[in-house]
């Protein structure tokens, strides 16, 4: 069992450009719509969000789901017309409140003046997230310096380990990895409210880190493959290379997808899209680099000459 | 052979050691995980000079002053650093309402002088050695290797630390005297030049007062007492010649047993007290105590499902050297989490994560070099030769591609926040440890199993199923 990944190189491409350029055309209709390109969450523009349970021990406390028009009279008596509210839980009884950045002060009245409504809850199972503007503009820089510095490390050490071009070629399956990762959330954003926070960026860069490997064992064997059968033509090295890689590509990526799957269905509440941006990246990841990455070197390879013999007779086995 | 037998020896004695470390050393847990507050506080520059930024000093100077408020809350272990140019990081374990520390942390420290009452000169002599004494057994406590077993102990001696603190505040009446009357302080050697004690400034009114209050007390053998958020720091003795018209000038110097670092550590605490600069609390996480137990149960189940998947899959998959990559798997989850405690790692949620995808590229090297070994077998070599040629032509797969995932840990090491340096740090730590055990564990392990077992040699489709030897 033997395929060609060159002879449809056309396909695998386009592919890969109509998922780029439908990617780049979400976030620019997010840009138009929500100001940024991927839904940005309260750890990049500020803001306070109160997470609490009510306190189920209390009798006769959680027969009612919450109501959450009571709690958004609450909001506005409070000046806080524009938090949004959302109800959690298999039976409702978890509150999360999102405002603008509240202090100590601010936070302790609205609290109060939500439990008078709803209800005790239980401060054991609060959480408070409150960030500064400052703070969030910061971590957003800090967060793409570290992509852009990462991006230029593998490249250094790829033209070290490789050739320029291999290095080149490997970053723009990364880059392609990372957009389309970036696309499928900006309309996870539009169509369900999902947030980018700082461990989306986190995410992101594991991208990098992770699908970049397969991209290299594959051009590890391009490598030893050309060094060997300096003969044969750069499309029949490629396409063996991809074929004799292939069980481990799978085999990699699916054991890695496992506990991912795990955290995605089962984790606690915080990971979950975390999981979900991995299990994304890393399955592009593993596409671009059997498909996208392996072909563009061919077929640059062909373009420029770089093999003493092409051989004009497909690949056949 | 011989190399085998010393590699399983030096990796029992690894996995003992880890073994050991791990029973010795809890692991420590991040907020996220058991619960807290971690407020981020931003020193802002004075509404007087908004373009003078704080210098490193004066960050340290609200820090100490931080330092003293967090230290009365009664929260045990709590940490106060300065991270970036202008910012302090506050850690409240177990703190479930911030609302109160923030209030709290954030008011202006209060520096005042007090004036000791009449007749408590023997009760504050006896007061000021029980305070003593209790400092010293909490430092002891505080130094304890093991502060979670100690951690009633300390909050107890705390306890009554507080109280001997506020039993000598009670010995002292309000002279009017506070951090606003002041204009400097700084440490001085002192005119032996063998110690060194604080000089201080007042301004006009506060010179006034502290001539009136240093003429109150001259030569009576008590003290003022100089009060940092109501603790007593410093109670110097007026001597009996300024009984006539006090100490005038408004400048004063405070000498004690100091040296350069205690004096110091005093005139920044005065200073500080007065709180030259406005601090805002510019970020708060807050997880309830049992919400963080929560999350670690959850996120632990799934990790161990994803991970006992991969381990029978890997069995499955590739037979008897999957059962040796489940073997080496274990060794690496047993030397990555010694190596977490050794360095002493935060485990936090992203941590956890971090350590997950780890266990992935340990796999991937395994994969790696049982894939190698099947094409060797499929080409004919023999069962020992394919095995060490499996690993020897892997092995450069191997290295670039943890190389490039340790590269993007770095960037995230160097320029990432904290959140995001628990992932990259546990992440980069597990590729290290995945290199070594894919290298020694299951490569000795491999050898030892085809070398010492005549049985296995002959049947190489333990290896490789569907292998038809030309």
Partial sequence: MKFSVTKKQGLWWVISGTAMVASIATMIFSWTSLNAPIRPGLDFVGGTRIQIARDCSVAGNCDQPIDPAEVREVLEAQGLGSGTIQLL??????????????????????????????????????QIDSVGPTIGEELFVSGILALLVAFF?????????????????????????VLVTAGVFSLLGLTIGVEADSLFLVALLTIVGFSVNDTVVIYDRIRENLAANPEKSINEVVDSAVNQTLGRSINTTLTTLLPLLGIFFFGGQTLKFFALALIVGFTLGAYSSIFVASTLLAWWRNRTGRKSIISDLPASE | MQKQRAYIILILALVAAAIAILTTIPPQLGLDLRGGAQLTIQVNPTQEQPDVKPTIEDVEAVQRVLENRINEFGVSETTVQTIGEDKILIQLPGESQPEEAERRL????????????????????????????????????????????????????????????????????????????????????DATGNRWEVAINFDDAGGKRFAELTKNLAGTGRSIGIFLDDELISSPVVGPEFAGTGIT?????????????????L???????????????????TVGATLGQDSIRRSIIAGSVGLVLVLIFM?????????????????????????????????TLPGIAGFILSIGMAVDANVLIFERTREELRAGKTLYR????????????????NV???????????????????????????????????????????????????????????????????
């Fill in chain 1, 89 to 126: 839980g298999d039976d409702q009884q978890i509150l999360s409140v999102r405002t603008e950045n509240l202090n100590g002060d601010r936070r302790s009245e609205l609290l109060s003046s939500i439990s008078e409504v709803i209800g005790t809850f239980d401060r054991q199972t609060a």
């Fill in chain 1, 153 to 177: 490390g593998i490249i250094v050490y790829l033209s070290i380990r490789f050739q320029f071009d291999y290095a080149l070629f490997a970053i723009a399956a990364l880059f392609h990895d």
């Fill in chain 2, 106 to 189: 954030k008011g202006t420290a209060k520096l005042e002088f007090k004036q000791q009452k009449q007749g408590t000169e023997g009760e504050f002599r006896a007061e000021s050695q029980v305070r003593q004494q209790r400092e010293l057994e909490l430092a002891i406590l505080n130094q304890g290797e093991l502060k979670s077993e100690n951690q009633a102990k300390i909050a107890a001696a705390q306890a009554s630390l507080q109280q001997s603190i506020q039993a000598i505040a009670n010995l002292f009446e309000s002279a009017g005297l506070t951090g606003t009357n002041l204009t400097d302080a700084r440490p001085q050697p």
């Fill in chain 2, 249 to 265: 000038g408004g400048r004063a110097v405070i000498t004690g047993n100091f040296d350069l670092e205690g004096a110091n550590d």
């Fill in chain 2, 267 to 285: 005139a920044i605490q005065i200073k500080g007290g007065s709180l030259p600069f406005p601090v805002a609390v510019v970020e708060n996480r």
């Fill in chain 2, 315 to 347: 069995v499955l998959y590739y037979r008897l050297p999957g059962v040796i990559a489940d073997v080496a798997l274990v060794v690496y989850g047993l030397l990555t989490m010694a190596c977490y405690a050794l360095v002493g790692v935060t485990l």
């Fill in chain 2, 386 to 401: 394919s095995v060490e040629s499996g690993f020897f032509r892997a092995f450069s797969s191997i290295l670039d591609s």
């Fill in chain 2, 404 to 470: 490039t995932t340790a590269i993007a840990c770095l960037a995230l090491l160097w320029l990432g926040s904290g959140l995001v340096k628990g992932f990259a740090i546990t992440l980069l730590i597990g590729v290290g440890v995945s290199m070594f055990t894919a290298i020694t564990c299951s490569r000795t392990l491999m050898l030892l199993v085809v070398l010492s077992n005549p049985k296995v040699r002959q049947k190489p489709e333990l290896f490789c199923p569907n292998l038809n030897i030309q």
